[in-house]
């Protein structure tokens, strides 16, 4: 198992790992523009690999939650199954 971690806001009632469209709507209907705000924040590029991706933005995520000037932001997580645990 491993953990998948998302940025979402304290007032979004919808899932952002099983409720994608929902909660995206909420979020931009409320004009907070989370997934654009993470983009600017998280040091990404093409030439990363998917391991170091995914760090460079759980590091911004983090990096929002800590600052979290307006009071708005949390991290959410989940735990999902290893697609290679089990594999020799």
Do not use: H
């Not at 209907?29 to 995914?54: H, P, Q, V, W």
């Amino acid at each position: 198992m491993s953990d998948e971690f998302m940025l979402t806001t304290i007032d979004n009632p919808f899932d952002p790992f099983t409720q994608w469209d929902e909660w995206r709507r909420y979020d931009e209907d409320m004009g907070y523009f989370t997934c654009s705000y993470l983009a600017r924040i998280a040091k990404t590029s093409d030439d990363l690999s998917e391991a170091d991706y995914n760090e460079a933005v759980d590091d911004a995520i983090e990096e929002i939650v800590k600052l979290n000037i307006n009071g708005m932001y949390r991290k959410t997580y989940r735990q999902s199954e290893d697609p290679t645990r089990g594999e020799a």
